[in-house]
């Protein structure tokens, strides 16, 4: 017995512990479509993570995923309960008190697949960014059975959905003021944190046309907020070619393209550095 202890303890001392892994997503409306197909392309590659943070799009696609689907299964939910289109998840109310929708559709379908009532029931650890609308500040909700809440409240655009009340905060879109929640991921002391951004700042050495100026500024401005965050990924993959007038936060039509794009970027992003994989 004692021989064997002796082992045990000697075993334990040169054998590594097992790296934690976390996952960013940051927001972006329909681009976060994007980051499903990331996802897929970083499960193929067998990266799966031990902690999810999101904010917006980013939010619903994290919880799926934290909840157990897989990038195929998420996208064919979001097909079928026609979360690819942007008429089917916001329906104009000029009544309503502090925005002009409720996420009716998305409670639905939240309801209908994510089984688990709270956070703590889910099979990957997950974080939900939402803005304080009233304080100005950010909060991570990651406890309690405020699932469902937290996840609307984090992808409810400030105007054009009403705001969330949880536990008597007024609660609005995490990416109003951070749309890269990486904190929590270093509070968990992750060893290894990768970053999917799909609203990006793009540099022209040319004059940017009027028609392409309002996704170009978005970018910009969120990228002068979150520039820091970035730079605290081990791995930061950036989804280039949207934020454009072509692929815009809300033009849910190429949601397929965006998938694509997000998928192929992430494959190549792999191989271009494959210390990704330890």
């Known amino acids: 017995m004692r021989k064997f202890l002796i082992l045990f303890c000697f075993c334990t001392a040169i054998l590594p512990l097992s790296a934690k892994t976390g996952i960013v997503l940051s927001g972006g409306g329909a681009l976060g479509f994007a980051e499903a197909g990331a996802l897929q392309a970083l499960e193929e590659a067998g990266i799966k993570p031990d902690v999810v943070s999101?904010?917006?799009?980013?939010?619903?696609v994290g919880v799926f995923?934290?909840?157990?689907?897989s990038s195929a299964q998420m996208m064919e939910v979001f097909e079928k309960e026609r979360i690819t289109r942007f008429s089917s998840v916001h329906h104009y109310n000029p009544f309503l008190k502090t925005g002009f929708s409720k996420q009716t559709r998305l409670r639905k379908v939240l309801a209908k697949y994510i089984k688990q009532k709270d956070f703590d029931?889910?099979?990957i650890p997950y974080y939900a960014c939402v803005a304080d609308f009233k304080n100005g500040t950010v909060d991570y909700l990651h406890s309690g059975t405020i699932l469902q809440d937290a996840v609307v409240a984090s992808a409810s655009i400030p105007i054009a959905y009403e705001s969330i009340i949880i536990n008597g905060k007024e609660y609005i879109d995490g990416g109003t003021?951070?749309?890269?929640?990486?904190?929590?991921l270093l509070e968990q002391n992750c060893d290894k944190i990768i970053g999917i951004n799909v609203i990006s700042f793009t540099k022209h050495d040319h004059i940017v046309k009027r028609k392409d100026?309002?996704?170009y500024i978005l970018g910009l401005t969120i990228d002068s907020q979150n520039r820091e965050?970035?730079?605290?990924?081990?791995?930061y993959i950036n989804i280039e070619g949207m934020n454009n007038e072509k692929y815009q936060a809300l033009n849910?039509?190429?949601?397929?393209?965006?998938?694509?794009?997000g998928y192929e970027q992430t494959k190549e992003y792999i191989n271009k550095h494959p210390e990704i994989l330890k």
């Open 252 to 261: 849910f039509k190429l949601w397929r393209e965006l998938i694509k794009m």
């Open 65 to 69: 995923y934290a909840a157990g689907y």
């Open 54 to 60: 999101g904010c917006s799009m980013g939010s619903i």
């Open 177 to 184: 003021i951070n749309n890269f929640p990486i904190e929590p």
């Open 229 to 235: 965050r970035y730079a605290k990924c081990d791995f």
């Open 213 to 215: 100026r309002s996704p």
């Open 121 to 123: 029931s889910l099979p």
